[in-house]
């Protein structure tokens, strides 16, 4: 069955560096998403992406992020200078069409900030 | 405000004694429904979803749900618990209506299946 493939699956950064986290979506799938779980708490939307362009986004997306899509399969979140309430499980998530088949959610990346 | 309520932090039961977990929604229309599984630092799998005909909803691993519009609920079950459903189940939606296809989580409920 396809998979979204998710790298690193932990990431340890100090507060103020720069973090990229890696996606590869399902090669047939149009829409690209990022979730965050922080460590007990419910999973919230980040961004939508599709067509190589930001779709929707959330009011946690704020300057510190972007996406981008810089080849034809690779999917990537990069947050520029870390804070500690970054500190959470980032979930890549992908789609074959904008609602009806529901999300492919990779096994996440858990980022620690110290 | 679109939501998603889960009211059980946790549910337990004994193993092979039927289970349900609930989910009570607050979206326009009628929207799109989705459960999802999380196992112990892992990501999150797909169980089932409602988009359209029979209430009831079938998925993985012996799961169902029931779609009850009139009370917006979609009650996750399983006749039958096993040890190995022990995890974590949240429920989500997203609006039909096409304005946005992001998924609206519940907090989560910890099922605990007991031997």
Same mark, same amino acid.
């Given at each position: ?47 939508? /992406?599709?067509?190589?362009?930001? +779709?929707? &986004?959330? *009011?946690?997306?704020?300057?510190? !992020?972007?996406?981008?899509?810089? $080849?034809?399969?690779? /999917?990537?979140?990069?947050?520029? +200078?870390? &804070?500690? *309430?970054?500190?959470?499980?980032? !979930?890549?998530?992908?789609?074959? $069409? ?8 990779? +096994? ?7 | ?115």
């Amino acid at each position: 069955e396809p998979e979204v493939t998710q790298t690193p699956s932990h990431q340890v950064t100090q507060m103020g560096q720069e973090v990229i986290l890696r996606c590869v979506p399902i090669s047939n799938h149009l829409y690209f998403y990022w979730y965050r779980q922080i460590l007990g708490q419910k999973v919230e939307f980040l961004v939508s /992406f599709y067509n190589n362009e930001i +779709s929707e &986004k959330s *009011e946690i997306f704020d300057d510190q !992020f972007s996406v981008e899509r810089p $080849d034809g399969s690779n /999917f990537t979140l990069k947050i520029r +200078s870390t &804070k500690l *309430e970054d500190s959470a499980m980032y !979930f890549c998530a992908s789609s074959e $069409d904008r609602t009806r088949a529901g999300y492919t959610f990779g +096994s996440g990346t858990r980022l620690t900030v110290v | 405000a679109q939501s998603v309520a889960q009211p059980e932090d946790q549910v337990n039961v004994a193993e092979g004694n039927p289970l349900t977990v609930k989910c009570t929604y607050s979206v326009s229309g009628n929207p799109y429904l989705f459960w999802y599984v999380q196992y112990p630092n892992r990501g999150l799998q797909f169980l089932l979803k409602y988009i359209t005909g029979d209430n009831l909803v079938k998925g993985s691993y012996g799961f169902e749900a029931e779609f009850n519009k009139s009370q917006t609920s979609f009650h996750l079950k399983k006749p039958s618990a096993l040890v190995s459903d022990s995890a974590l189940y949240f429920c989500a939606v997203t609006p039909r209506d096409g304005a946005t296809n992001k998924l609206i989580f519940g907090t989560g409920t910890l099922l605990a299946v007991q031997p």
